[in-house]
């Protein structure tokens, strides 16, 4: 089966293989990230609730379907894991989003923090929105804030690794993209 990868640190990025896919409509990739993201099987009603909150639950699983039919033919047959109640992306994908927590959990590895720090190429999903559906947008936002969280905290712990090393414009660098992260906030000073 062909390598699915999807990139959801910065703007949205599919490869099926070596060649990047566009997913369409936006509720199908919505559908797409959700499942990859999550990681775990779903009821066919909870993900019709979520993508078309104001459609009758009738309305919504055809819709769903509609969804589903499309990711299969983009994706191919096999990624998508379906019956008549629940639905699954078929495990053996890369995510970034996946790939950045692991590096971010080897707290005592400098260089599992520079490969998160890496893949961080922008936050989570950016330019990405879907209207009309407030408890994704929900969804989305906790998944922006807690990853960026990470993302501010991994920087701040390179750039005091490298501080008073004579690599000492590596700590500069690791410093400036942790206040360009957030400009406002008030740190607190060693004093």
């Avoid at 640190?9 to 409509?25: C, F, S, T």
């Avoid at 009758?56 to 769903?64: G, I, K, N």
């Avoid at 209207?131 to 920087?155: K, N």
């Amino acid at each position: 089966m062909t390598t699915l990868k999807l990139h959801l640190l910065g703007p949205v990025r599919i490869q099926l293989g070596d060649e990047e896919i566009d997913v369409k409509p936006r509720k199908a990739l919505a559908l797409l990230i959700y499942l990859a993201v999550t990681a775990e099987r779903h009821s066919r009603d909870a993900l019709a609730t979520l993508l078309w909150p104001d459609s009758s639950q009738r309305a919504a699983r055809t819709s769903l379907r509609s969804r589903l039919s499309e990711l299969n033919a983009v994706l191919g047959k096999g990624w998508i894991e379906a019956d008549r109640e629940t639905v699954a992306l078929r495990d053996g994908y890369w995510l970034d989003v996946r790939q950045f927590k692991q590096h971010v959990g080897q707290e005592v590895d400098a260089q599992e923090l520079v490969a998160a720090v890496d893949l961080y190429r922008g936050d989570f999903l950016a330019g990405f929105t879907l209207p009309g559906s407030a408890e994704f947008d929900d969804w989305q936002f906790h998944h922006t804030e807690s990853l960026r969280r990470e993302f501010a905290t991994a920087l701040e712990r390179l750039s005091h690794a490298h501080a008073g090393r004579p690599d000492s414009d590596t700590a500069f660098a690791y410093a400036r993209r942790r206040v360009a992260l957030d400009p406002w906030k008030k740190r607190r000073t060693g004093s």
